[in-house]
C-alpha cells in the first residue's frame, strides 16, 4: 500500500459553479475543524459528500506533491481525490465517495484506505481451486490450524414444471448446466461493502446483478452469468457448438467470427452468449430490466480454452472454466447468487429451476502409503497429522490399516491423479523448511540418453570464447517474415497474434533485429548467436514436418578497436571464417571445404561442406534482407549451420604420433579469369593431392591490368605433403603437382607462370 501523506476524511459542505469554468465547481472542504476552498472538476461532487482530502502539502501516489495553486482564477486549496489517484483502483470517472460512518479528519490510511489492502498470488494453472477467497482460505485454514468458515447460502424450494428448457447438444461439452428465472428484480447500484470488495479484487462495480455474480467468482471461484429474460426470443436454453459463418457481438460490443472450435448458449436459434468467456450484448442485463435467467455450469475446459484462444478472448470466467472448475460447486454458488439477488435486487425466485447434470465426475480413490511418503520426504508423518491435512483440504479419507489411507480427492481438486500429487499436499502444509534435508544420495538411478544438451554445450563454449553473446527469440513469426527463408512455413491452429502465427523458418530474423536494438543503444560491436530449432511443412497432414536445430550467428562493427598497440579494423568475411573453423573443428574432424554459393540471405556467401555433405552457409547479410524485415542495414556477417548433420561426424577423436620426418613444399602460380573461384582449384588439390597431402591453402592473389591483363588474377598455392613412413623425393611429388596443372589448365583455361 502506497504512503499518502496528509490525506484526511473530509466532507463538502457547499458546492458552487466556478465563475470562469462550465465544467468546474467551487467546493468548501471541512476536515473537522476548519473548512477550505477546492476547485474540483468532478461530476459526481455533491453537498454532504464524505470524502478522501488530500491537503496542501499531500504527496500522492507517483510522489505528485498538492501545492496551493489557481485554477481559471479561483484559488484552491488541496485535491478531492478519485480512486486512482489513491491508487486503490482504477476508477477516474468521479471522486470516492465514503460512507458516512468515517470520522472527519482521520487519516485517509487508518480509517479507510486499509479495506484495499491487497495480497496478490501468483496462481499456478493446475490449482484452479485457489483461483478464489474461499479456495485460499481453505489452504491457509489448514496450513495455520485454524477453522475454515463454512460458505452460507439458503436453498429454496423448487418446483417439477418450469417454463423453460435446457438443452445441451453435447455433454461431454457441458456436462451440467443449471438454470432459474428471477421476477421482479430492480437494478441499481450494488451495496457499498459488494463494491469495496471488489475493486480490492481489481474489478469494476457495474450494477447490482453483475456485481453479484463477480463478487460470487471471486468468492467461490464458480462462473456464473445473468441473461435478461426478456430479450431472450424462445423459452429454450440450447447449448452447441458454432455454425459456419455465425458471429456475435459480446457484452464489450467487440464482434466475433465464430468457428467450430466456439462453445455458444443459444435461444434455440440465435447465440446469446460465448459458453464460459463472455455474455453476448443481445441478452444483457441494464436499469430497465425486470426479468432475469441465472447460468450456472460446468463445461469441459478443454473446449473453453479452445474457444477463448481462437478468439484471443481471455475473461475472468474463461481463467477459471479452462484450468478446470468444480463441477460440484456450480449448484452452491446459484444458491449464493439467488439469496444475493433476492435480498439486493429486490427479486423474487418462486422455483422456476432446471438442473442438467450428467457429470459423473466421481474421483477414483487413491492408495497413500506411509512407506512411501517416508521414501519421497525422508521422514515419517504422524497418522493424525495425515489424516487432519488430508480431510482439512476436503479429502475423503479412510484408514484400511495401520500403514495405508484410501484417499478421495475434492471434485475442486483435478490436478491431484495420483500418489505423488497427495504426498505433495502433505509436504506443503508440514512446510518445506521443516522437513530435514539428506545430503546422502542412495537408490537406483538409469541413464537412458544422453543429454542432447551434452552435445550442443560444446559450441556454447567455443562461441563463449570467442566473445559471442548467446541470443534466445520468439520460435514464432509472421507471415511474411516466415515466408522468407521457405515457402513451406507451418501455421499455427490458434495464433495469439498475426505476429505469431507461424513457426520460424529461420534463426536470422530474430538476431539481426536484436542487433538492431543493439545498435540504437550505441552498441558499435556486436557478436551474437542462437541455437534453437526450425520447422518447415513437408507434405500435407498436420504431421508431415521437420525440424532442425540451427547454430546461427552474427558478427558486426569493430573487429578491433583503435588503439595506441594496433589500428582498428573492421569484421569482413574472413573474420567469420576463421571463426568457423574454430566452432567446427572439433565436431568435424574431416577437412572443412568452403565455396562460393548464390544465396538470397547473402550479398556474397559461401557453402561449408565436410567430406561432400552441405553443413550451412556463410556471408555477408545481404541489405535486401534488412529492407525485407524494416531494419536498418548495417555490415553484418552470418553463418547458418545445422547440427544434425555434423552430429554424423562426431566419432571418437583419434590422437596419432607426431610426424618427425620432412616435409616438401611445393607452390604453383595460375593465372586465371577473375570470376573464377579459388575454392574450385582448392577443391581439385584436395582430390588429387593423395594420402600425402597435410595441408594446401592460397597464399596470395595478385591483380594488375597492365602485367597480367584485364579482368585475370594470379594466385599462388602452397602445397605440403608428408609421408607416415619415409622421406618423400620428387618423383613422389612431381607426378601430383603435374596432374593438378594439366586439369586446372583443361578444366578452368588456366595458365601456369613461371
Known amino acids: ?33 476548519k473548512e477550505f476552498q477546492v476547485v474540483c472538476g468532478a461530476p459526481n461532487v455533491a453537498e454532504g459528500q464524505i470524502i478522501a482530502y ?43 465517495v465514503l460512507p458516512e460512518s468515517c470520522r472527519l479528519g482521520a487519516n485517509f490510511v487508518d480509517e479507510y484506505a486499509n479495506k484495499f489492502l491487497k495480497i496478490e498470488l501468483d496462481i499456478t494453472p493446475n490449482r484452479p481451486d485457489a483461483f478464489s477467497h474461499y479456495g485460499v482460505a481453505r489452504d491457509i485454514s489448514v496450513f495455520k490450524k485454524r477453522t475454515l468458515k463454512p460458505l452460507t447460502f439458503e436453498v429454496k424450494n423448487t418446483n417439477n414444471a418450469s417454463t423453460f428448457n435446457i438443452s445441451i447438444s453435447d455433454q461431454k461439452d457441458c456436462p451440467r448446466y443449471i438454470g432459474a428465472i428471477v421476477n421482479d428484480v430492480k437494478v441499481g447500484p450494488s451495496p457499498t461493502w459488494i463494491q469495496d470488495r471488489l475493486i480490492a479484487a481489481g474489478q469494476r462495480p457495474i450494477n447490482n446483478l453483475v456485481d453479484i455474480s463477480n463478487y460470487v467468482l471471486m468468492e467461490m471461484g464458480q462462473p456464473t452469468h445473468i441473461f435478461d429474460w426478456d430479450k431472450v426470443s424462445s423459452d429454450e ?26 462453445l455458444l448458449i443459444t435461444d434455440g436459434d440465435k447465440p446469446i452468449a460465448i459458453a464460459g468467456v463472455m455474455g453476448g450484448y443481445n441478452s444483457a442485463v441494464n436499469e430497465e430490466t425486470k426479468t432475469i435467467f441465472i447460468e450456472s455450469a460446468y463445461f469441459d475446459p478443454i473446449v473453453i480454452r479452445k474457444s477463448s484462444k481462437s478468439l484471443l478472448l481471455s475473461t475472468e470466467a474463461s481463467k477459471r472454466y479452462e484450468r478446470g472448475a468444480d463441477p460440484q460447486g456450480a449448484l452452491p454458488a446459484f444458491w449464493k447468487i439467488i439469496n444475493l439477488i433476492e435480498k439486493y435486487a429486490g427479486g423474487s425466485f418462486d422455483g422456476d429451476f432446471l438442473d442438467v447434470n450428467h457429470t459423473g465426475l466421481n474421483n477414483d480413490s487413491i492408495t497413500l502409503r ?55 499436499e502433505l509436504a506443503r502444509m508440514k512446510g518445506y523448511d521443516n522437513i530435514p534435508t539428506d545430503d546422502s544420495l542412495y537408490g537406483h538411478f538409469f541413464i ?8 550442443l554445450q560444446r559450441f556454447r563454449d567455443k562461441l563463449s570464447g570467442l566473445g559471442f553473446f548467446q541470443h534466445y527469440s520468439n520460435s514464432l513469426q509472421d507471415k511474411k517474415t516466415s515466408n522468407l527463408f521457405s515457402d513451406k512455413s507451418i501455421p499455427m491452429l490458434n495464433p495469439l497474434s498475426n505476429k505469431m502465427a507461424f513457426l520460424r523458418t529461420s534463426l536470422y530474423p530474430g538476431l539481426l533485429k536484436a542487433a538492431e536494438l543493439n545498435i540504437k543503444n550505441s552498441t558499435n560491436s556486436l557478436r551474437l548467436y542462437e541455437l534453437g530449432n526450425i520447422h518447415s511443412q513437408n507434405g500435407k497432414k498436420l504431421g508431415d514436418m521437420s525440424e532442425e536445430i540451427k547454430l546461427t550467428g552474427i558478427i558486426l562493427g569493430d573487429e578491433r578497436i583503435n588503439s595506441v598497440h594496433h589500428e582498428k579494423e573492421d569484421h569482413d568475411i574472413f573474420s567469420i571464417k576463421g571463426m568457423l573453423k574454430h566452432i567446427l573443428s572439433d565436431s568435424v574432424f574431416s577437412n572443412l571445404g568452403m565455396a ?7 550479398e556474397y556467401g559461401f557453402s561449408l561442406d565436410a567430406d561432400g555433405m552441405h553443413i550451412g552457409t556463410f556471408g555477408k547479410i545481404s541489405k535486401k534482407l534488412f529492407k525485407l524485415l524494416k531494419i536498418g542495414s548495417k555490415d553484418v556477417f552470418g553463418f547458418d549451420i545445422d547440427i544434425e548433420k555434423i552430429k554424423s561426424f562426431s566419432g571418437e577423436k583419434v590422437y596419432k604420433s607426431i610426424n618427425s620426418l620432412p616435409k616438401i613444399s611445393r607452390r604453383i602460380n595460375l593465372l586465371l579469369d577473375d570470376q573464377d ?8 588439390i584436395q582430390e588429387k593431392g593423395g594420402a600425402n597431402l597435410i595441408e594446401y591453402y592460397p597464399v596470395e592473389i595478385f591483380k594488375d591490368k597492365e602485367s597480367i591483363g ?9 602445397m605440403i605433403f608428408q609421408h607416415k613412413e619415409k622421406t618423400l623425393e620428387d618423383k613422389d611429388v612431381n607426378p601430383i603437382i603435374d596432374e593438378i596443372i594439366d586439369i586446372a589448365q583443361s578444366k578452368f583455361n588456366a595458365k601456369l607462370r613461371v
Not at 499531500?58 to 484559488?75: D, H, T, Y
Not at 455454425?243 to 467450430?260: A, R, V
Not at 562460393?596 to 547473402?602: A, D, F, G, I, V
Open 370 to 424: 506411509s512407506s512411501e511418503i517416508e521414501q519421497i520426504l525422508g521422514v515419517s508423518l504422524e497418522k493424525d497429522f495425515i489424516v487432519e491435512v488430508l480431510e482439512g483440504l476436503g479429502f475423503n479419507v479412510k484408514i484400511s490399516n495401520d500403514s495405508e489411507f484410501d484417499c478421495i480427492p475434492p471434485s475442486y481438486r483435478p490436478d491431484i491423479a495420483r500418489e505423488i500429487d497427495v504426498i505433495e
Open 54 to 96: 488530500a491537503k496542501v502539502g499531500s504527496i500522492l501516489p507517483g510522489g505528485f506533491n498538492l501545492e496551493q495553486i489557481k485554477l481559471r482564477g479561483v484559488e484552491s486549496n488541496g485535491m478531492i481525490c478519485s480512486a486512482r489517484e489513491l491508487n486503490i483502483s482504477d476508477e477516474h470517472d468521479g471522486i470516492l
Open 677 to 684: 573461384s579459388v575454392g574450385s582449384i582448392l577443391k581439385l
Open 596 to 602: 562460393e554459393c548464390k544465396n538470397e540471405l547473402y
Open 237 to 262: 436454453i440450447l447449448v452447441r457448438r458454432a455454425n459456419k459463418n455465425e458471429s456475435i457481438t459480446t457484452l464489450d460490443q467487440d464482434s466475433y467470427k465464430l468457428n467450430e472450435n466456439n
Open 710 to 718: 584485364e579482368n585475370k588474377k594470379s594466385v599462388v598455392f602452397e
Open 1 to 33: 500500500m502506497v504512503i499518502l501523506r496528509d490525506v484526511v476524511i473530509g466532507k463538502v459542505i457547499s458546492v458552487s459553479d466556478h465563475p470562469n469554468a462550465d465544467r468546474l465547481n467551487v467546493c468548501m472542504v471541512s476536515d473537522g475543524k
Open 448 to 455: 537412458d540418453e544422453t543429454d542432447p544438451q551434452y552435445y
